[in-house]
């Protein structure tokens, strides 16, 4: 069983930096694709950002730039380094394990009995 737990939300203001953490406890972290969710309010539940098992990565277009994906599989964690914070960045990310990916195109099935409470992001002035 996969237990993911997310940190590192906040009240940042405009143009402001937040650097979220997840923490993966269970087998095998190495063999997943990684990602982030976010869902703003009122707002299905998006990918921003992915990393493969090869660490490669890609962002949807709106955070391509400004937010960096990275993963420790020492540590068993990923990270979102987010910069230059917008108020559209607002809203609750989750990190998830992929089930399958496609990256380029930034299709990551997760897996649904993974979700953990997530971490709140509010960027505001």
């Known amino acids: 069983q996969v237990q993911l737990v997310e940190s590192g939300g906040g009240l940042v203001h405009p143009g402001g930096s937040l650097r979220l953490s997840c923490r993966y406890s269970?087998?095998?972290?190495?063999?997943?694709?990684m990602g982030w969710y976010r869902q703003a309010p009122g707002k299905q539940r998006e990918l921003v950002a992915a990393?493969?098992?090869?660490?490669?990565?890609n962002y949807v277009d709106s955070v391509k730039g400004r937010f960096t994906i990275s993963r420790d599989n020492a540590e068993n964690a990923v990270y979102l380094q987010m910069d230059s914070l917008k108020p559209d960045d607002t809203g609750v990310y989750y990190c998830n394990r992929g089930k399958t990916i496609t990256l380029s195109r930034m299709l990551m099935e997760p897996f649904e009995d993974d979700w953990g409470q997530g971490t709140q992001v509010t960027v505001s002035s």
């Open positions: 269970g087998p095998s972290f190495r063999i997943f694709a």
């Open positions: 990393i493969g098992t090869d660490f490669k990565s």
